[in-house]
């Protein structure tokens, strides 16, 4: 089967950075996702790796590293609404293909 | 991004009721749509693998019977909670694949059930 960890909280202050871990076992990995989840609504896409190395899409970046089994998330220049739950998912071939979703990281900022 | 159109956002239902949850692919075809279920501050499980044209594909422990899965077109899945509890009461959402790319899902709005 997959086993997705991360952290279950994170606090950290308005314009510093925050990185959120995730490890996982899988058989078959076929990429790795993260997402965003405010309070009630569904979740939001932020990004995709599927080859080892540093993805960056504006603030957030994420890292993989397949040896490892081992994903971050990085949040620069937070801003209070990236208060949120954020979601590690792995798509593994052993699975179907299907995402398994981590436990999701909640974030609070604070001024 | 593609769009996903879940329905309704929200429902109460009485005990004994059937509630049916639209979801709909607006800008793409998906073959493949997926129904999570997600308890308050815990993560999406994932209920069932809903294929076009096909039976769809229940997780252990889902009861297929209660949670009624039709995917009857390219751009349509719909979940129907039969005679539904006040322990069916949860957050569901859908998200479905573009069948072009075999990348990221895209979400629906989700759906708050509450059973009284």
Not at chain 1, 14 to 21: F, R, S
Not at chain 1, 44 to 65: A, I, Q
């Amino acid at each position: 089967g997959q086993n997705i960890d991360q952290p279950t909280e994170m606090t950290a202050t308005e314009g510093a950075i925050v990185q959120i871990n995730c490890t996982y076992q899988t058989s078959g990995f076929n990429g790795l996702f993260w997402y965003q989840q405010h309070a009630g609504e569904a979740p939001t896409f932020l990004s995709y790796n599927v080859l080892d190395g540093l993805e960056e899409k504006g603030r957030f970046s994420s890292f993989l590293s397949r040896s490892k089994g081992y994903s971050y998330l990085l949040l620069k220049e937070l801003q209070m609404k990236d208060s949120a739950s954020y979601l590690c998912a792995v798509k593994g071939a052993a699975a179907g293909n299907k995402l398994t979703f981590g436990g999701g990281t909640r974030v609070l900022v604070k001024p | 991004g593609a769009v996903v159109s879940q329905h309704p956002s929200r429902v109460i239902c009485k005990s004994g009721t059937s509630v049916k949850i639209e979801c709909r692919s607006l800008d793409f075809q998906a073959t493949t749509m997926f129904w999570y279920r997600q308890f308050p501050k815990k993560s999406l499980m994932l209920m069932a693998t809903s294929n076009e044209g096909s039976k769809a594909t229940y997780e252990q422990g889902v009861e297929k019977d209660k949670f009624l899965i039709n995917h009857a077109s390219l751009t349509l899945s719909t979940l129907t909670v039969t005679s539904a509890h006040p322990e069916d009461s949860s957050f569901y959402i859908c998200s479905a694949r573009d069948s072009g790319q075999h990348t990221e899902a895209f979400f629906g709005q989700g759906t708050r059930l509450t059973v009284v």
